[in-house]
Antibody, heavy 120, light 111 residues
């Protein structure tokens, strides 16, 4: 079973850029899947951010207004997320997850998540 | 705020049955897009319990079942166990937003 592990700084200052990595186990990153970022503000619901394939085809949540950038490095088995111009509203647990090629499909499995706090 | 609407909370006693609803619109569930369900125990990552409306992943007890009709979907849990206490989220796809979308979540309390 593929495993995903998120990593990155737990604290980011307002207006700066949030950067996170997701390491995928067992070279599974080259498979026919989309690798996704999803976030959850403390005590609130889930929000899909972006997805990317091994061939670098990308999808983004339009409500985030061009702030996120998702990328993939198959040599490092990593998927990365950069989110520009963060505010306190971006404070959340950030999860990475796998999805099939079909945009309407489900996310499975998920990483354990990493908490990012935006504060000065 | 959330494209898919779920009740904030449901409850039931051990052994009882509960149902959680998920209502969308013509651009998501009503357009024929599948609904998927996740269980999230506080402090952990979401876990898939139903995919493609009514299918159970390997390892999910058959006490969990899903259905979908029109713009609405439901997750039923029969024979409640105390370990079923968690938050449950539905997920689908919205063609107007070109996005995966989630419900706001439902907190299940096992009394």
């Amino acid at each position: 079973q593929v495993q995903l592990q998120e990593s990155g700084p737990g604290l980011v200052k307002p207006s700066e850029t949030l950067s996170l990595n997701c390491t995928v186990s067992d070279d599974a990153i080259a498979g026919d899947y989309y690798w996704s970022w999803i976030r959850q503000p403390p005590g609130k619901g889930l929000e899909w951010i972006a997805s990317i394939s091994h061939s670098r085809s990308t999808y983004y949540n339009p409500t985030l207004k061009n702030r996120p950038t998702i990328s993939i490095d198959t040599t490092k088995n990593q998927v990365s997320l950069r989110l520009r111009s963060v505010t306190a509203a971006d404070t959340a647990i950030y999860f990475c997850a796998r999805r099939s090629r079909v945009p309407a499909s489900w996310f499975d499995p998920w990483g354990q998540g990493t908490l990012v706090t935006v504060s000065s | 705020q959330f494209v898919l609407t779920q009740p904030p909370s449901v409850s039931g006693a051990p052994g009882q049955t509960v149902t959680i609803s998920c209502t969308g619109s013509s651009s998501n569930t009503g357009a024929g897009y599948d609904v998927h369900w996740y269980q999230q125990v506080p402090g952990t990552a979401p876990k898939l319990v139903i995919y493609r409306n009514s299918n159970r992943p390997s390892g999910v007890p058959d006490r969990f079942s899903g259905s979908k009709s029109g713009t609405s979907a439901s997750l039923a849990i029969t024979g409640l166990h105390t370990e079923d206490e968690a938050d449950y989220y539905c997920q689908s796809y919205d063609s107007r937003l070109s996005s995966s979308v989630f419900g706001g979540g439902t907190k299940l309390t096992v009394l």
